[in-house]
């Protein structure tokens, strides 16, 4: 059964660089699915899509956070990674990594979120 | 961006009762592109409904999804106790791909 699960820090310093990785067991990133995406809570608050990436690098995003986002796969550890730059207090979240099943950005299989803090 | 407004924002219901959760779009959903997830406290969201009326692999017969264009409901027929979560809408007709606010339904 595949599965997800995020890692990196979380406390994050504002004007800094926030960086997640997904680690996807259980099943090659390759063949598991062609898309892969990132998404936030804030504590207390709705969903937010950040972005997708295919499996061939092509990426997505969230036009409100398309300055400052970047998402990369690596299929060598099955792995994909999420940086977002300039972080301040409204990016604290919880973020999740997911795969689509029958639409890309339509997510069937999610990891257990991780909480990221922006705070000096 | 299609701002997806969900009522009510909370909705008490005792077990065995039938829940009727809606989402409006503030512009057409195309081809009913459109999602439901459950949500429970401290867990990621699961995925119950796409495409409007779809199940997801899993999801059980007592969870239907209906509507078009602006309009859309999830019915649950009849509640059981580990239905009481918060239920999200998400579009996934044109990007930003957006969710509503989501509605609470919590136990009477």
């Known amino acids: 059964q595949l599965q997800l699960q995020e890692s990196g820090p979380g406390l994050v310093k504002p004007s800094e660089t926030l960086s997640l990785t997904c680690t996807v067991s259980g099943g090659s990133i390759s063949s598991s699915s062609h898309y892969w995406g990132w998404i936030r809570q804030p504590p207390g608050k709705g969903l937010e899509w950040i972005g997708s990436i295919y499996i061939s690098g092509s990426t997505y995003y969230n036009p409100s956070l398309k300055s400052r986002v970047t998402i990369s796969v690596d299929t060598s550890k099955n792995q994909f990674s999420l940086k977002l730059s300039s972080v301040t207090a409204a990016d604290t979240a919880v973020y999740y990594c997911?795969?689509?099943?029958?639409?890309?950005?339509?997510?069937?299989?999610w990891g257990q979120g991780t909480l990221v803090t922006v705070s000096s | 961006d299609i701002v997806l407004t969900q009522s009510p924002v909370t909705l008490s219901l005792s077990p065995g009762e039938r829940a009727t959760l809606s989402c409006g779009a503030s512009?057409?959903?195309?081809?009913?592109?459109l999602a439901w997830y459950q949500q429970k406290p401290g867990l990621a969201p699961r995925l119950l409904i796409y495409d409007a009326s779809s199940r997801a692999t899993g999801i059980p017969d007592r969870f239907s999804g209906s509507g078009s264009g602006t309009d859309f409901t999830l019915t649950i027929s009849r509640l059981e106790p580990e239905d009481f979560a918060v239920y999200y809408c998400q579009q996934y007709d044109r990007s930003p791909y957006t969710f509503g606010q989501g509605t609470k339904l919590e136990i009477k």
């Open positions: 997911a795969k689509p099943g029958n639409y890309y950005v339509v997510f069937d299989s």
């Open positions: 512009q057409t959903v195309s081809s009913s592109y």
